[in-house]
């Protein structure tokens, strides 16, 4: 194997972010354990995450790493140089997030689905690109809805569960993190632009994640791996899985997960 493409929030990081807490908040190293695997085995870590630029790119120089999909896809960065996946959004004097705002979409969904959708405060703060809402919808209802009222080239992203949310969205029964961003742009572009940069196929790759949109990226890839807590918080995955034949399920969460998916991957290339 050559790279490992791996989500952070909800997959190697555990709850709160942290990379050194399992499921019940107890401490862990197997996450870290499994970035140390890759490192002996030679196999780039490629961090995927719908997080900002400075945060992936913090991320990826602690753990020993020079390029990373940030922005749920909006922009790889291979060797310090960044490849933009936003079409006709381009960085520029105003930015991509202003340029999606100028659009009347954000507001138009915020509207449309008041007590059910929101800004993921305070993280939806300081972006480059995405708008980051928390809530429960459908993604591709949202998507949908803006297509019928004249706003194209933009779509939601459903991103994973999260445990955040405001008194308004008290009676919900789940809340998971959506991305508004350029149509363009996703995971799975930035992996495929990634492999093509580094010449690998797609059977040198395997990632690993906990949502939707990880999962968009099992066709690029050998393996796809969800982690445990990806199908307890959201039972209907499976479905999604039912299309693709080479997804697996860690029989661990968080990091734990991400270590057995690395071991067993590497175990059986071998």
């Known amino acids: 194997m050559r790279v490992l493409y791996a989500d952070l929030d909800g997959t190697l990081l ?9 499921a019940e908040r107890k401490p862990t190293n197997l996450g870290a354990r499994a970035i140390e695997a890759c490192l002996r085995a030679d196999v780039e870590l490629v961090l995927m995450s719908g997080r ?31 490849h933009w996946l936003t ?7 105003v930015s991509i997030h202003d340029q999606i705002t100028a659009t009347g979409a954000p507001a138009l969904l915020l509207e449309h689905y008041a007590g059910r ?8 703060t300081g972006r ?47 809340v998971r993190a959506y991305h508004l961003l350029p149509e363009s742009a996703s995971k799975a572009n930035g992996v495929a632009v990634h ?16 949502s939707r949109e990880d999962l968009s990226c099992a066709p690029q890839v050998g393996t ?21 034949d ?13 270590y057995e998916a690395v071991i067993t991957t590497l175990a059986e290339r071998q």
């Open 246 to 258: 080479n997804v697996r399920v860690a029989e661990s969460a968080y990091g734990a997960g991400v």
């Open 14 to 22: 555990g709850p709160g972010g942290s990379l050194f807490r399992d």
């Open 128 to 174: 480059e690109v995405s708008h980051l809402f928390r809530g429960l919808v459908d993604a591709f209802e949202a998507t949908a809805l803006l297509h019928e009222r004249g706003i194209t080239g933009l779509r939601m992203v459903d991103n994973g569960a999260v445990h955040r949310r405001s008194p308004a969205l008290a009676d919900l029964p789940s």
């Open 87 to 93: 079409g006709d959004l381009q960085p520029g004097r």
């Open 224 to 244: 796809f791996w969800l982690v445990a807590n990806a199908v307890e918080r959201d039972p209907s995955i499976r479905e999604a899985m039912a299309q693709y």
């Open 195 to 210: 492999l093509r940069a580094r010449g690998y196929d797609r059977s040198d790759a395997f990632a690993v994640g906990d």
């Open 117 to 124: 959708l929101e800004y993921h405060d305070p993280w939806h």
């Open 52 to 82: 900002g630029r400075g945060s992936l790119a913090e991320g990826a120089r602690l753990f020993g790493q020079t390029s990373y999909i940030y922005e749920a896809g909006a922009c790889v960065v291979l060797d310090g140089e960044e």
